[in-house]
């Protein structure tokens, strides 16, 4: 018998009420997915029209304007502290997250210890934001032991950047845990048969397996610090002017430049306030779509 005529004798035998079952489920996803995407797209059709108007070269470089209520561009230094605060709390998460799902995945598996580990990640993924604020706004701001060396203490980037790595561990521990654990054993035994060690086969077998995964979650973390406002308030303040020095002094982010300018009475700064909502909606666009595109090469190099 051949493989069509094969094909057809099943779906012949398939009763017609599942078949209609089927077609119902198909329908009710897509019915989920467009009901779900559908204030989405129209939050951002709202924000494309209220921003594009304002943002161009000069609101993404120049200074913010000192005296709130004058018209004019300036997110500049939003922007650069936007990026300096993520990249440093991505550059704590991330790497620390992935060691934690490894560990979990690869080697606590049901341990005790492996157990807490998931409790404790649980427990942080459901603090507010403005809780974690406020813990590094007492345990780093406050404290004056940190006074030496390069960490000056007080408000600065580096303390926004550890609120906000705080909030991005627990997202990255379980997404990156799943993510590992959709990897096939399959592929942990032929590496083991092969002789490699349990090191050598998670750093050349599995990882690279789920990097896809791995990437997502990361994402997902990113897109959630980055507009972050809260716990921003109270670690690095605002200011108008660019700080490019991520551990001294007061520096601002363009979530906490939107909470600031959107409560003013006068038009200058809601438009900018718009402005710098769309540009940190197209900068989370940009970084997903580049992280996406790093992640197909490096595993279409793998493969």
Not at 42 to 59: E, H, M, P, R, T
Not at 235 to 264: E, W
């Amino acid at each position: 018998m051949s493989a069509i005529t094969a094909g057809t004798t099943l779906i012949s035998h398939v009763s017609r009420g599942r078949r209609l079952r089927d077609r119902a489920a198909t329908l009710g996803v897509w019915l989920s997915v467009v009901v779900a995407a559908t204030p989405l797209a129209f939050v951002i059709a709202y924000l494309i029209q209220k921003g594009a108007s304002v943002v161009d070269w000069d609101f993404l470089t120049k200074d913010i304007p000192i005296i709130s209520r004058l018209p004019g561009p300036g997110m500049g230094p939003a922007v650069l502290g936007t990026l300096m605060i993520t990249g440093a709390a991505t550059a704590m998460a991330v790497p620390l997250g992935v060691l934690a799902a490894v560990y979990l995945n690869e080697y606590g598996k049901k341990g005790r210890l492996a157990n807490f580990i998931r409790f404790l990640s649980d427990v942080m993924a459901g603090v507010p934001s403005v809780v974690m604020g406020l813990f590094i706004y007492t345990v780093w701001v406050l404290n004056k032991s940190f006074k030496v060396w390069v960490f000056h203490g007080g408000q600065s980037g580096f303390a926004g950047a550890l609120a906000l790595g705080c909030l991005m561990l627990p997202i990255v521990i379980r997404s990156a845990e799943t993510a590992l654990q959709l990897v096939p054993n399959e592929l942990r035994e032929a590496s083991a048969a092969l002789g490699a060690r349990t090191s050598r086969t998670i750093l050349t077998v599995v990882l690279p397996a789920g990097l896809s995964g791995l990437v997502s979650g990361a994402l997902l973390a990113v897109a959630r610090a980055a507009g972050e406002t809260a716990p921003l308030l109270f670690t690095i303040g605002t200011v108008n002017a660019a700080n490019s020095n991520l551990f001294d002094g007061t520096n601002t982010a363009l979530s906490t430049q939107i909470f600031k300018n959107a409560n003013q009475p006068f038009p200058a700064p809601i438009q900018r306030a718009w402005g710098a909502a769309l540009t940190l909606i197209l900068l989370v666009f940009f970084l997903t779509a580049l992280a996406r595109l790093v992640a197909r090469r490096f595993t279409l190099r793998q493969a």
